[in-house]
Nanobody, 119 residues
């Protein structure tokens, strides 16, 4: 089994910063793509950013220039540095990972962490 545990969410004023962390644990052979997704109130879950094992990144247009995704492969951990936060960034942020267990690849989600940006 694999578990993803997020941390770092909270309440912040517009213009502020937060850093989210997500640590994967369990029977992990390796992790391919890791990413962050968010779900705003009344909206579907959508992409925030992804990062490959080699460090290739992809960002939603709405967060480019403000958010930075990174990872520590040795720690099986992905981070999301969020700067210049806006009220529209509010939502539940979910960690996601494509995990290899032996020869099997499976996708996992964390439970989510709430980010609230006040105006």
């Amino acid at each position: 089994q694999v578990q993803l545990v997020e941390s770092g969410g909270g309440l912040v004023q517009a213009g502020g910063s937060l850093r989210l962390s997500c640590a994967a644990s369990g029977s992990i052979f390796s992790i391919n793509i890791m990413g962050w997704y968010r779900q705003a109130p009344g909206q579907q879950r959508g992409l925030v950013a992804t990062i490959t094992r080699g460090g290739r990144t992809n960002y939603a247009d709405s967060v480019k220039g403000r958010f930075t995704i990174s990872r520590d492969n040795a720690k099986n951990t992905v981070y999301l540095q969020m700067n210049s936060l806006k009220p529209e960034d509010t939502g539940v942020y979910y960690c996601n990972a494509d995990v290899y267990i032996d020869q099997s690849l499976a996708n996992y989600w964390g439970q989510g962490t709430q980010v609230t940006v006040s105006s």
